[in-house]
């Protein structure tokens, strides 16, 4: 038995280098997809919190006032946070051969 004849194990760097048909590794598509988790989610409750302790405390607003404007702050933090992500979302998809994006017609 030659020694060319025994497959060796994947090391972990060849591991990262396989790729998917974006050209992306699974390592890099899960990091991608959990930061934007973390901000969709993360982002609005701290948004909420710093408003409405930090910024509107010191306004000498009533208290549901004070609530009432750091949720609109943090409904527009969690709008910024998914149209990045579908912004991402979309235009990572004209790296996949062979995939339509839109029929358009110039």
Sequence with gaps: M???????????RQKDTNM???GMSEKDIFSTVLVHCLLIII??????FVFNFWIFSGL??????N???SAFAAVV??????ANFIYRAYHNTETI???DKLDKED
């Design 60 to 65: 000498g607003l009533e208290a549901m006032t």
């Design 2 to 12: 030659s020694s060319d004849s025994i497959t060796t194990p994947l090391t972990s």
């Design 20 to 22: 998917d048909k974006t």
């Design 97 to 99: 051969p062979g995939f």
């Design 77 to 82: 933090v969690l709008h910024i946070a998914l």
């Design 67 to 69: 609530n009432i404007y």
């Design 43 to 48: 982002s609005p409750i701290l948004t909420f």
